[in-house]
């Protein structure tokens, strides 16, 4: 229990930042990555392998890659968001929290793009709704 609320906090803390500055604080991110490598090699449950482990961190790696090939439309610091994520959660659920964050994302900017709040050429935080993604998973 205790790691998923560090989790949110450290989500809360990336998803003000880039509200506000629209940059990710990667020292708040690389913090919660040394503190999720701590957590699994003194956990000793036996709950994750280090294979299982290396695989949680696909999503921030293939983020890391769309923000290669789109010229950084997608930020880097979105990807280490996931690869933190992805080794506190695991795979599974990092896609789950990924792919609820892009949902609830694409919905709220349909919504301002419709009543015209927004343009086409507006950029999004994303980490606002990584957070969200991560409520309505740990909720569920």
Do not use: N
């Not at 490598?37 to 000793?44: F, K, P, Q, R």
């Not at 994750?48 to 439309?73: D, R």
């Not at 419709?114 to 409520?135: E, K, W, Y």
């Amino acid at each position: 229990m205790w790691v998923k609320i560090i989790l949110f906090l450290l989500l809360g803390i990336c998803a003000v930042f880039d509200s506000i500055r629209q940059e990710i604080p990667l020292a708040v991110v690389w913090t919660g990555i040394a503190l999720a490598v701590i957590w699994h090699l003194w956990s000793g449950t036996g709950e994750t392998t280090w294979a299982a482990a290396m695989l949680s961190v696909l999503p921030g790696i293939l983020f890391w890659g769309i923000s290669f090939v789109t010229g950084e439309k997608v930020g880097y610091g979105d990807g280490w968001l996931l690869v933190m994520i992805g080794l506190y959660t695991g795979l599974g659920k990092c896609f789950m929290i990924l792919m609820t964050g892009l949902m609830l994302e694409s919905a709220v900017v349909l919504v301002l793009l419709a009543v015209r709040r927004i343009s086409t050429d507006r950029t999004v935080p994303f980490a606002p709704f990584l957070l969200l993604g991560m409520g309505v998973t740990v909720w569920l």
